[in-house]
């Protein structure tokens, strides 16, 4: 899904990926033939396993450079994303302009509840488990999120994480 974070995303230290088919047949991909994008990328979409990957890191940097910009970022995500208790990090892609934590935020839903899934205070594209939420809180506080920024904003926002299971029910 292309995980990226700081400006940066995996697609751009990738140099390319073995990968095989069900059919067991092995191919070599690069980024480009992967059709990298925002938190997507063909492996979503078609059945390959990747076996193994090879990553270009940027030359130039010293031990303490990168150390200290690791440790910026790590206390940047912790002062403004929810680490105290369980989440599956951000699950809405952001839509626009406007991150879709802003979008949630606005429209008055961070602290929202259903069973024991929150919205969290400190990032509203986190959706916290507080106790012992089920999928199913999890999965309806999701479609209430959606549907009160579709009519506050008129934007439908897409989940960025993958739902497994079956929710018609609820
Ligand atoms: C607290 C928190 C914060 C987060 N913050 C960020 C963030 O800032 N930016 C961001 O981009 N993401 C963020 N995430 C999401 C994170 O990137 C994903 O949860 C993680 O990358 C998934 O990888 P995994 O190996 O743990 O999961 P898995 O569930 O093992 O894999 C994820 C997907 O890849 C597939 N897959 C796994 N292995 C292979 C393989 N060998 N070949 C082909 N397909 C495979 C799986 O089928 C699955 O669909 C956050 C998550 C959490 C919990």
């Not at 069900?22 to 990298?36: F, N, R, S, V, W």
């Amino acid at each position: 899904m292309n995980a990226g974070a700081h400006q940066s995303c995996t697609a751009n230290i990738l140099f390319d990926t073995q990968i095989v088919t069900l059919g067991g047949d092995l191919a070599i991909l690069t980024p480009d033939q992967l059709g990298y994008g925002y938190r997507t990328s063909l492996l979503q979409k078609q059945a390959k396993l990747v076996t193994q990957a090879t990553l270009q890191l940027e030359p130039g940097y010293s031990k303490t450079e990168v150390m200290t910009t690791t440790a910026e970022h790590r206390a940047q995500r912790q002062a403004t994303q929810p680490y105290h208790l369980p989440s599956c990090g951000s699950v809405f892609r952001n839509p626009s302009a406007y991150s879709a934590a802003w979008l949630i935020e606005q429209t008055g839903l961070k602290g929202y509840r259903i069973g024991d899934a929150e919205v969290a205070h400190r990032h509203a594209n986190f959706i916290l488990n507080c106790g012992r939420a089920k999928a199913g809180d999890i999965w309806r506080l999701i479609h209430h999120i959606q549907e009160q920024v579709e009519i506050k904003w008129q934007v439908k926002l897409i989940p960025e994480v993958k739902i497994w299971g079956d929710f018609s029910q609820l």
